[in-house]
């Protein structure tokens, strides 16, 4: 039995949407109250069109756009186009002179023809597979590049750039790693333009898929179940979020936040909540962190007679910052540096050249 429509009532206020198929299987139409598509297809089943409209809030136009589609031996072209522009009575010009307007002129929508290329995107294949992509994207003046590299079939590597004039800028990079099924366990993605470092870990089981976003301090883990057909039955969503809070007594607390819930149309659900606080753990990082230093540049300290003792001392001049420790306790932490336990004496001194401020770490 081939599926001919699928319709989606939530519950709320959420948007539900429509889908409908032809007999082989292609998406035709398209439903999120959002916006509407309809699609049509060639002889060979390829995608050669698509029309859409979108509807947005009040005081904000809507338009409707053009998608075609054309293919060549070397790959196949994208041509987007801008065909109307739908105002209200609040975007349109047509009342710009008058004072009032009717009921029916406030409800009514303003409809305009138009032929503008919003984008081209170009794409060159081998194999069915996807080598390389031009874009042009009239609307916002930018003009990009996207490579892809493969190893048996399976992608590797794909880098995008923006081109501006002759400079080549890359703004993208991901990298991929399958197992011996040729199934994706692995992908790192950076974004040099959002300054982001996402890594994926993807790990498989009978009925379900656990992908692991990896983003800083931040663990985003989203559950797949199948059926025994191999159908979406349930997709949840799990965030553990790594923070530190500032705090006056402790300068720095350790915070986790873990929220779950469930991803339903797009949507995600939350239905749990949980904060968690640790206790702050004095080393040597943290002792870093509440006196503001990146890296501590330690000299033995010598005494009136130039000769060494058993202190040492970390002077910054721009700060006006000098901080002390004892050799052993040192020696302690070059041995583990995490070592838990250690504090701060803290006193503000004169010096020859003005006022200073003296620490010394303690155990």
């Not at 998406?27 to 979108?54: A, M, P, W």
């Not at 004039?165 to 990298?175: G, Q, T």
């Not at 800083?216 to 969503?237: R, V």
Request: glycine share 4%; hydrophobic share 30%.
């Amino acid at each position: 039995m081939k599926l001919k429509k699928e319709s989606n009532i939530p519950e709320g206020n959420h948007l539900g949407y429509t889908k409908e198929f032809d007999e082989l299987g292609n998406l035709i139409f398209f439903d999120n109250g959002n916006y509407i598509s309809v699609y049509k297809y060639d002889s060979k089943n390829r995608i050669i069109k698509e029309t859409s409209r979108s509807f947005e809030d009040f005081g904000v136009a809507s338009q409707k756009t053009e998608t075609k589609y054309e293919y060549n031996n070397d790959g196949y072209r994208i041509t987007t186009l801008r065909t109307q522009i739908i105002d209200d009575s609040y975007t349109t010009d047509k009342f710009n002179n008058q004072s009032t307007i009717t009921v029916d002129e406030h409800s009514s929508e303003f409809h305009k023809d138009v032929n503008n290329i919003l984008m081209i995107q170009e794409f060159t294949t081998k194999k069915n597979l996807i080598h390389s992509k031009k874009t042009t994207d009239f609307q916002n003046k930018k003009f990009y590049e996207e490579d892809y590299t493969y190893s048996n079939d399976l992608l590797i590597q794909e880098k995008k750039f923006e081109i501006n004039k002759k400079d080549k800028s890359l703004i993208y990079e991901a990298k991929f790693e399958y197992d011996i099924n040729n199934k994706l366990v692995k992908k790192i993605e950076e974004d040099i333009l959002k300054g982001t470092h996402i890594i994926l870990k993807i790990d498989y089981s009978e009925n379900a898929v656990i992908e692991n976003y990896i983003d800083g301090d931040c663990i985003d883990q989203i559950i797949k179940k199948y059926d025994y057909q191999g159908n979406l039955i349930k997709k949840n969503e799990t965030q553990y979020i790594y923070i530190k809070e500032y705090n006056e007594k402790s300068h720095k607390e350790f915070i986790s936040i873990k929220i779950e819930g469930e991803i339903i149309d797009n949507e995600f659900q939350l239905f749990n909540y949980t904060k968690f606080e640790y206790f702050n753990k004095n080393t040597i990082v943290g002792i870093k962190e509440k006196i503001g230093i990146k890296d501590f540049n330690f000299v033995n300290v010598k005494n009136n007679n130039q000769e060494t003792t058993d202190w040492f001392r970390h002077w910054d001049n721009e700060k006006r910052i000098a901080v002390s420790i004892h050799k052993n306790l040192l020696n302690e932490i070059k041995d583990n540096n995490n070592l838990d336990g250690l504090d701060l004496q803290q006193e503000l001194r004169e010096g020859s050249k003005g006022s200073y401020t003296a620490y010394r770490i303690i155990k």
